[in-house]
């Protein structure tokens, strides 16, 4: 729906309702907004400007981009920046497979549905802990390796269920009328259900894509190669340059102050706020009509 | 001063509507760190992830191995202000190229070229993959270090991980003030006992390391036995920071308080909440908050951890004068001269309310005072008092900031190990110093015409990366590639000051293997002392909690240690 | 005004409530049990969906759960697992005999009961403003800035908060000037619930709410057209063509919540739990953490982490029992 009239059923909106409306929308921008721009101010400030501040300034005195300099120069970040971005796209696409063919599998009634899907669900409840999965990884040859940071995660049960909750109303009228028609399983999963199912899975793979790309943890853990650093990695470490407690005395750099995190949050956001208007074309209305009628 | 990792999310497939822990799980329902050798490796062929060795908790030790001999090397340039063992000296000019001198000889190069692999913690960004500077160090030294960084944040969960799953390199940096749990019995398992080569007179064959002063060698004794080479910091523990410039212009003086009532009536003369102006902060830290125990609690006389009364030992807690600290603790913030926020501040939002000038002081590391992002902002320290007037305490630390230790390996492997960190620990002025401060000329570094030094962009992204410098270091001096003249010369004098007044704690170097079960019921009387500050509870649970910790692990601890003190 | 559409809509749609119990398998009248094998030779190929799913699960979630034994050990690190001493349940009664642990347990279940009320509904309540709106552009926009406060990090968002409403802060700074007396939300025990659930709301109603937008994108707009048909204004299309169309949804993200329910956020709470003393601030995870992780306690964690897991399966099979009660399908359903 691109268009700016109002569909016919909808009628005319009450005048209380469209205050209100807006009023709750201005209030919400501006709550949420503000903070970000204390974000941006701060990292487009100087360190000095900072710190004089108190740590946040809302509007700079003047502009200058040294923590952003201080932060890209090199090619680190970029490096880091390239990786993150492989991971990302590969993990998204491999995890997106598998918790759609799961979700599929288990939202019709077979004979499997009933273990397989407690079995699924303890995995939920019941998380291992950091050494023995160290251990694994570590057995499976995947130490240092870059599908140390795809693997252990790429299935996430909550994602599973959400879709398989979509998909279960999906009517079985559906699925026959195209088995009579000929189709395999994994034809009609392909043809019909994906396309139908399109909102749910754009939305659960912007969650594993913000997954991967937020992933610090396992990166830290299974990645001894600082060239394989990722993005959180070595953002993480320009926030943590000033809380050093030693202060080698031969460093000429100083140690990056608030302005630098901000920097660094606003480089790790701009990604994802470039790739989420294609999820966005996703949550259009409309997506059903006629899959049944004809 | 405790330095807590922060647990991170373990899983990379993350949101879920209103469940914004779900990713906490992982780290948290396995307690997260420091698991070794776990059974289910048996479903593992050959995992071989058990940290062999030690089957019970090392045993305690009641020899103590004798120290290096200290021989400190007077080659080298005069400081602009002398140092002595303790006080460090003050260098206000870099090298000049022509003073430089060899401080190692070709003969005390590593032997083989095997390379040496080390763990260790950054506070600097990642190196370049391709670092040229490291490459230069490697060739110097005749062998390749692998270094294998981790972020300072990550440290501990990632050496847990590094224990258990066997891949020990060959050397790891241990950090003084974020001990892993149990290091005793770790090291005993896994590490070399170093006495033999480092003890006494042996030092003479690294004589970079025998600079070291003994305060940091005492700490790299561990339950009797030296099991690392010293990465030096000044002895002090905790200073009350700050900001004399604020104190001049609201008092026309800078602050040097005598007696417990000059320093009260100073803190609440320099308040002014109008003016968002508060004299001291302190931050949350562990599991309560941190006033400036160490500070007040010297003024008291409250021992520096354990002390000797009437020749028996008594900790802390158990004195009169750590509950009289308690009180005026209490005192204080009911006077408001804290910080509101002390309670939920970090340790850096403490920084930045000294640096912002809204608190004029706060207790943090002797570092502080090089703290430069503003240079032009001057930092001091308080020196201690007693309350009563007399002369002041200032608590002893490690005088570490970490010790580097090596994995059990063959002797002339180890001695190599040796060589390198000797030679890394090239003293100030040396060549070898020069060259792992500021690389190679014009590539790493220029010389201005007044002989100061400045970095090129390759120099500070290979050089201090690279992480060398905590690998083995030289004594720690006064001295700042920035100009930090006023600052280095505050920090000399307080610490001339200051030197006289160094308190040791009286088990310092003595192993008991029931403290570190100790650490969450010292924490429950913490918390029970900042329920009481904040007025939200009475003395009693503080009382309770003390007696708690007491006979739940203070008894026993006191047993371990007097078994070692003969 | 007649409204005479149902609340289960004539045409088969995804999204709304199920097909009633018994109407499984297509419209034959007659259903005949089939055999295991004939059932097996049926339902292979969907098996074969599900199996790397389960490859994954096996390898990275059960093998190192076998980890969680030292639960019943006293575990001794350093040394093989095999040489820590068995001690059974001890671990767990240690816990239960501990009064900080009910403190923590109880402040735990505290905070997931008033988030389920002041967070929950939040990114509902966003979803259906945000797909009432009659703009694109603004609902676009609405959409892309909502969600941005999810990718703050935890210290990056207290800090907002102890700068705006800290009592060192700009609000009472404010206060101050005006004489009138100083508020300090960050370090009060009695509202400190209130205050985290704020700040949970800041930073993820508007990711929350992103799910719901798509289950409402899925509502077919000829249920909208056909109920406006039968006379259904705003209120009316809403309670029986847009909550029916969300109801499921909203239920299944209610079940897993309530698996949650022990998890409450570990580093927005241990940020601020110093400050407001462990009697209001400690929740599980931060009890485990200074009194397991600090302490090298290993086994106290993991044994922490399985009640957990316990209490909260006891939580989901209720919660699911009570949505097959309501009608609804919940996260599993054996029709």
Avoid at chain 1, 78 to 106: C, N, Q
Avoid at chain 2, 263 to 292: H, I
Avoid at chain 3, 79 to 107: C, H, Y
Avoid at chain 3, 126 to 139: D, K, T
């Amino acid at each position: 729906m691109s268009t700016i009239t109002r569909p016919a059923w909808a009628g005319k909106p009450r005048p209380v309702a469209l205050v209100l409306k807006s009023v709750t929308i201005v209030l919400i921008l501006a709550v949420i907004l503000f903070p970000f721009l204390t974000v941006i101010s701060t990292s487009l400030s100087s360190a000095e400007d900072v710190a004089a501040a108190g740590g946040y300034v809302v509007w700079p005195r003047s502009v200058s981009f040294e923590a952003y300099q201080q932060v890209l120069s090199g090619g680190i970040v970029t490096r880091a920046l390239l990786i993150t971005a492989g991971v990302t796209a590969v993990g998204t696409a491999l995890s997106v497979t598998v918790t759609v063919l799961a979700a599929w599998g288990l939202s019709r009634r077979t004979f499997f549905q009933g273990p397989v899907l407690m079995t699924v669900m303890l995995t939920f409840l019941f998380a291992p802990s950091m050494i023995p999965l160290y251990l694994v990884v570590k057995q499976l040859g995947l130490l240092n390796s870059l599908w140390s940071l795809i693997l252990p995660g790429a299935f996430s049960v909550f994602n599973m269920v959400v879709v398989r909750g979509f998909m279960m109303g999906i009517p079985q009228e559906l699925v026959d009328s195209a088995k009579i028609d000929g189709a395999g399983e994994f034809r009609i999963l392909r043809q019909i259900i994906v396309p139908l199912s399109r909102a749910v899975i754009a939305v659960v793979a912007l969650f594993y894509a913000v997954g991967y790309w937020n992933a610090f943890f396992n990166a830290m853990l299974y990645i001894d190669d600082t060239a394989k650093w990722t993005l959180q990695l070595v953002l993480r470490s320009y926030v943590l340059q000033g809380s050093s407690l030693v202060g080698t005395s031969t460093d000429s750099v100083a140690p990056p102050p608030q302005s630098v995190q901000m920097a660094v949050v606003m480089i790790a956001i701009i990604p994802i706020l470039m790739v989420y208007p294609f999820v966005q074309r996703h949550l259009t209305k409309g997506v059903l009509t006629g899959a049944v009628k004809g | 001063m405790s330095h807590l990792p922060t647990p991170r999310s373990a899983r990379p497939a993350v949101p879920s509507a209103g469940s914004s822990a779900f990713s906490r799980r992982r780290l948290l329902s396995g307690a997260g760190v420091g698991l070794a050798g776990i059974a289910g490796a048996s479903a593992l062929a050959g995992c071989g992830g058990s940290a062999g060795g030690a089957g019970s908790p090392a045993q305690i030790s009641t020899d103590l191995a004798e120290l290096p001999t200290y021989t400190a090397i007077t080659t080298g340039p005069t400081p602009d202000l002398p140092g002595t063992e303790i006080v460090q000296p003050a260098y206000f000019t870099a090298p000049q190229s022509a003073d430089l001198w060899r401080s190692v000889e070709d003969a005390q190069l590593p032997e083989s070229s095997d390379p040496v692999s080390a763990f260790i913690i950054s506070y600097a960004t990642p190196p370049p993959s391709d670092n040229p500077f490291l490459d230069q160090v490697n060739e110097r030294l005749g062998t390749t270090l692998d270094m294998r960084i981790t972020s300072s944040e990550t440290f501990t969960q990632k050496f847990a991980t590094v224990v258990a799953g066997g891949d020990m390199p060959d050397m790891v940096e241990f950090i003084a003030f974020d001990l892993p749990p149990n290091h005793p019995q770790l090291l005993d398992s896994q590490f070399a006992d170093l006495t033999p080569f480092l003890s006494g007179d042996a030092i003479s064959d690294y004589p970079n390391l025998a600079n070291v002063p003994s305060i940091s060698w005492e700490n790299c004794r561990v339950n009797g036995k030296i099991y690392g080479t010293p990465v030096h910091r000044p002895a002090f523990g905790s200073i009350l920071v700050s900001r004399p410039d604020l104190f001049e212009e609201i008092l026309g003086e800078e602050p040097a308080p005598t007696s417990k009532d000059e320093f009260t009536a100073m803190l609440t003369e320099v308040t002014d909440p109008k003016a968002g102006r508060f004299a001291m902060t302190g931050q949350s830290a562990g599991s309560a908050v941190e006033w400036g125990w160490d500070f007040l609690g010297a003024m008291f006389g409250v021992p520096n951890g354990w002390g000797l009364e009437g020749g028996k030992l008594i900790h802390k807690f158990e004195t009169e004068a750590w509950f009289e600290t308690l009180e005026y603790i209490k005192e204080l913030w009911d006077l408001g001269v804290y910080h509101p926020d002390t309670p939920s501040s970090s340790g850096s939002q403490a920084k930045a309310y000294l640096a912002a000038g809204t608190s004029l002081l706060h207790q943090d590391g002797i570092s502080a005072l090089l703290d430069k992002t503003s240079p032009e902002t001057p930092y001091d320290a308080i020196v201690p008092f007693a309350a009563d007037g007399g002369p002041g305490i200032m608590y002893q630390g490690s005088s570490l900031f970490s010790f580097t230790a090596l994995k059990k390996a063959e002797d002339d492997r180890l001695v190599d190990q040796l060589r390198i960190l000797n030679y890394l620990a090239a003293p100030f002025g040396s060549e070898e110093n020069f060259f792992l401060t500021y690389g190679t000329e014009g590539e790493h570094h220029t010389r201005g015409g007044d002989g100061s030094v400045s970095l090129t962009d390759d120099g500070t992204a290979q050089i201090s990366p690279s992480a060398v410098s905590y690998l083995s270091a030289p004594p720690q001096v006064l001295f700042s590639a920035v100009p930090l003249e006023d600052r280095l010369t505050r920090d000399h004098t307080w610490q001339g000051a200051t030197e006289s007044m160094l308190l040791k704690s009286e088990v310092a170097g003595l192993y008991s293997p029931t403290s570190s079960k100790a650490s969450s019921a010292e924490g429950d009387v913490l918390t029970a002392a900042t329920e009481y500050v904040l007025g939200r509870a009475a003395l009693d649970p503080v009382h309770g909690a003390v007696e708690s910790w007491k006979s739940g692990f203070g008894d026993t601890i006191r047993g371990e240690y007097t078994e070692q003190l003969g | 005004m007649n409204v005479t559409s149902p609340t289960r809509p004539a045409l088969p749609v995804p999204g709304p409530a199920p097909v009633p119990a018994g109407h499984g398998q297509g419209t034959a009248p007659l259903r005949r049990r089939l055999t295991f094998g004939a059932r097996a030779r049926r339902d292979y190929p969907l098996a074969l969906m599900v199996v790397p799913a389960l490859i994954l699960l096996l390898l990275f979630v059960y093998v190192p759960l076998l980890g969680n034994v030292i639960a019943f050990m006293d575990y001794q690190p350093y040394i093989p697992i095999a040489q820590s001493p068995w001690v059974g349940l001890r671990n767990f009664t240690l816990l239960f005999e501990d009064p900080s642990f009910w403190t923590a347990v109880l402040n735990t279940l505290e905070i997931t009961a008033v988030q389920l009320v002041l967070f929950f509904p939040v990114p509902i309540a966003l979803a259906l403003l945000i797909h009432s709106l009659a703009w694109p552009w603004l609902r676009a926009t609405l959409q892309s800035v909502l969600y941005l406060p999810h990718f703050l990090s935890w210290v990056i968002v207290v800090g907002f908060f102890q700068q705006s409403l800290g009592a060192g802060g700009v609000m009472n700074n404010w206060l101050r000037q005006l004489d009138l007396g100083t508020v300090n939300v960050m370090a009060d025990p009695d509202t400190f619930i209130l205050l985290i659930s704020a700040q949970v709301v800041w930073k993820d109603a508007g990711w929350g709410a992103i799910i719901f937008l798509a289950a409402l994108a899925a509502i077919d707009d000829s249920l909208y057209e056909a109920a406006a048909i039968d006379g259904a204004g705003a209120w009316g299309r809403f309670w029986h063509v847009t909550l029916p169309g969300i109801r499921p949804i909203i239920v299944l993200l209610l079940i897993l919540r309530l698996g949650d329910a022990l998890n409450v956020g570990f580093e927005q709470i241990l940020l601020q739990r110093n400050a407001v003393g462990p009697g209001a601030g400690e929740v599980i995870d931060t009890y485990v953490y200074f009194h397991g992780v600090l302490d090298a306690n290993w086994s106290t964690g993991i044994a922490a982490g399985l009640i957990k897991g316990l209490v909260g399966l006891i939580l989901i099979l209720a919660a699911n029992k009570a949505a097959h009660m309501l009608g609804e399908q919940g996260v599993y359903a054996k029709s």
